[in-house]
């Protein structure tokens, strides 16, 4: 079955810090993997996606992600975390030839003055 | 351009007593999405429509939702009668044909008391 796990429900950095929020997904096919930001009172918002091709990708505001078959994650990062960046952020997956996207449970990020 | 428009914003309704939501898509978008998402968690599919037509509609509780998306443009969700769980936020989401990215919108909070 296609799932999405964050692992992470609720993280904490000082702002100016690195950030690494995990996601690990189990798909059959080939997938296509999106990373969503939900500020409170938002709908979400595309930061970046996985298609093929080079397995790290870069996404707007700083972020990018690296896509690790082996491993079947597709890890978010950031080198330097600003307190805009506090939001709710969820992991997906969709098979290459499905719409049907298959979200994360969400990480909430919580920056430190 | 427009994002997807979604109204109202929000909504509080007692047990038993209908409710709707209304989805603008983005223009030109074919595939139209409504998701479900309860606190702390990510969105669930309840519908998906290619044009007028329902091409996913297997998690929708078809006992008391009800969708359509008349003229392939807008769409409305209803709920008839609404029930303490129904209390959640209800997103519309839209893509081009071949889905690939969805564009949310803002979402309606509904909360039945």
């Known amino acids: 079955a296609q799932s999405v796990t964050q692992p992470d429900i609720h993280i904490t950095v000082s702002e100016g810090a690195s950030l690494e929020l995990r996601c690990n997904y189990s798909y059959g096919a080939t997938p296509y993997l999106f990373w969503y930001v939900q500020s409170p009172g938002q709908g979400l918002q595309l930061l970046l996606k996985y298609f093929s091709g080079d397995t790290l990708v870069q996404g707007i505001k700083g972020f990018e992600a690296e896509f690790k078959r082996s491993q079947s994650s597709f890890n978010l990062r950031k080198p330097s975390v600003h307190w805009s960046d506090a939001a709710e952020y969820f992991c997906a997956v969709r098979g290459s030839s499905a719409s049907k996207i298959i979200f994360g449970s969400g990480t909430r990020l919580s920056i430190r003055p | 351009e427009a994002g997807v428009v979604q109204s109202p914003r929000y909504k509080i309704i007692e047990k038993k007593q209908p409710v709707a939501f209304w989805c603008n898509p983005i223009?030109?978008?074919?595939?139209l999405y409504w998701y479900r998402q309860n606190l702390g968690q990510g969105p669930e599919l309840l519908i998906r429509y290619e044009n007028e037509e329902a091409v996913d509609d297997s998690q929708l509780p078809k006992d008391r939702f009800s969708a359509e998306r008349l003229k392939g443009v807008d769409s409305t969700l209803k709920i008839q009668p609404a029930e303490l769980g129904d209390s959640a936020v209800y997103l519309c989401?839209?893509?081009?044909?071949?889905?690939?990215?969805?564009?949310f919108g803002p979402g309606t909070r509904l909360t039945v008391t």
């Open positions: 989401a839209s893509s081009n044909r071949d889905g690939a990215e969805q564009y």
């Open positions: 223009s030109g978008h074919n595939t």
